[in-house]
């Protein structure tokens, strides 16, 4: 089976009723691949995120890791990956036919990456991370809490 080959992505800068290239690079591409004035393509939109808020991400995985016993040991993206488990937030669901046992549902979770998780997704899947910790595993803090000792980590 032959890869996926991801998709050339391309920097455009949004103006009024417009999409425009950002920047020379991406400019010159659309001329190579021979895109004309009311060409019609089809695009998917995303913004990319803020780095800060990716590093937020694992820091909050360091910060269970070392704070809650049932995660000790584990490194920060393992725990990002059981959140998304126990919480089904940022995951796939998908359902076999099992012979004895009728339908069985696999999780999967999403990758948190860039270039597969949109700024808007992300943030919701961090929010409801950090809401489970606090039911689950942190009942004297709040979700807020949690996330702001996470962000603290961020500016060591």
Known sequence: MKPKR?????????TKGALVPADGFTAARLKER????????????KKPRNPKFHRLAHQLGALVSQNIESFSGTAAHNVLKRLQ??????CDEVAY????????TQ??????SFESMDEGEFHE???GM??????????TLDSEEIASMAELM???
Do not use: Q
Not at 97 to 104: E, H, K, M, R, T
Not at 130 to 139: F, Q, S
């Open 6 to 14: 991801r998709p050339e992505k391309f920097a455009l800068r949004v």
């Open 34 to 45: 021979k895109y004309k004035i009311n060409d019609v393509v089809f695009a998917e939109l």
């Open 85 to 90: 488990l126990e919480t089904n937030i940022g």
């Open 97 to 104: 036919l099992s012979d004895g046992y009728g339908f069985i």
């Open 107 to 112: 999780r999967i979770p999403l990758s948190l």
């Open 125 to 127: 899947v961090l929010k």
């Open 130 to 139: 950090c809401r489970h910790i606090a039911d689950k595993y942190w009942p």
């Open 154 to 156: 961020v500016d060591e």
